[in-house]
């Protein structure tokens, strides 16, 4: 099995056209197909359903394609690593990162810092929610990731260090809670409108959802967003009470001006509502920049601690 065979097998599967796939590869299409042939005759199965309009993964090229993009990304920075060994590039780090507004760790210090120790590493950034980025770690797109989960409930064969924890807390518009002393229990926040939640696959999202099922709740949402800012704009005009880690208040309060309307901050009464942020990476592939990149973290600055 050749790494070209494989780089070719992705770009079919990526962009489910030979042509395009020919042209992304910077080689003829009949090229493109014959060795994407040979790969299916080496493994004795067909990757592909080829029609007159479009191109599928077969079961089978489905079971390769996370295997593929792997050996692929394990080659790239096989070949990267050993070139800034050589001196011949300087290296590169792959983050990924949750939103800095939610996260209770001042994360861009360090990043601030390892970039003016090693000014040579390209740094590239990705924001997306922590299932995708805990998913890039393990595919190797990603050398290390601070995402909103804590170490026990990432997969197995990573590893993660516990940055900060930042408990949630209830947002309701001023007018609704005025006469409210918390700390509140969440069938007592929810009394004030209907729940305002994250996105689906967000950190955040999963341990509201538990807090909610301690609670006796079952988790529903009457909206659902992924900029957390509208969230609490929400919650202020009285259209529901939005679950948000504290940190998100702090940085609320800062866009004060741009929010229409006044909203309280409660406390929860239930103390394993929080939200968890950890640093997490594959030992077996970290690359070398990624490696320094975790020396940086230690001693960082804890927001929810100013």
């Known amino acids: 099995m050749e790494l070209r065979h494989l780089r070719y097998f992705l770009a079919v599967a990526d962009l489910k056209n030979f042509t ?3 042209e992304q590869s910077f080689v003829a299409q009949s090229a493109l197909s014959q060795q994407v042939s040979r790969l299916e005759k080496e493994l004795g199965t067909r990757l592909f359903v080829r029609t007159s309009h479009s191109v599928e993964l077969t079961a089978a090229g489905e079971l390769l394609l996370p295997h593929a993009r792997r050996i692929v990304a394990d080659a790239a920075r096989a070949q990267a690593d050993m070139r800034s060994h050589l001196g011949l590039e300087k290296g590169r780090l792959s983050l990924g990162l ?3 507004s939610v996260s209770p760790i001042d994360i861009v210090r360090p990043i601030g810092r390892f970039h003016t120790a090693h000014p040579e590493i390209e740094i590239s950034i990705v924001n997306q929610p922590s299932s995708e980025m805990v998913d890039g770690v393990v595919h190797g797109l990603l050398d290390v990731a601070v995402v909103g989960a804590s170490p026990d409930e990432l997969p197995d ?5 516990l940055l900060a924890t930042d408990p949630l807390v209830a947002v309701i518009d001023a007018e609704s809670s005025r006469k409210r002393v918390g700390p509140l229990t969440l069938k007592q ?3 004030h409108g209907p729940l305002i939640n994250f996105a689906p696959g967000t950190g955040i999202r999963r341990h509201v959802d538990e807090a909610l099922k301690r609670s006796g ?3 529903s949402s009457a909206f659902e967003m992924s900029q957390v800012i509208d969230m609490v704009r ?7 009470v939005a679950i948000v880690p ?3 208040t702090l940085h609320a309060t800062a866009e004060a001006a741009d929010i229409e309307g006044d909203y309280c901050v409660f406390e929860l009464r239930d103390q394993l509502a929080v939200h968890p942020v950890s640093v997490v990476f594959d030992p077996s592939r970290i690359s070398a920049a990624g490696r320094r990149f975790l020396d ?3 001693g960082f600055d804890d927001k929810s601690n100013r």
């Open 189 to 191: 926040a929810l009394k």
């Open 157 to 161: 064969g990573l590893e993660a260090r």
């Open 20 to 22: 395009r796939a020919a």
């Open 234 to 240: 929400f919650a202020a005009v009285g259209l529901g």
């Open 246 to 248: 504290h940190a998100l």
């Open 217 to 219: 709740i079952e988790p």
């Open 296 to 298: 940086f973290l230690d």
């Open 98 to 100: 949750i939103q800095t």
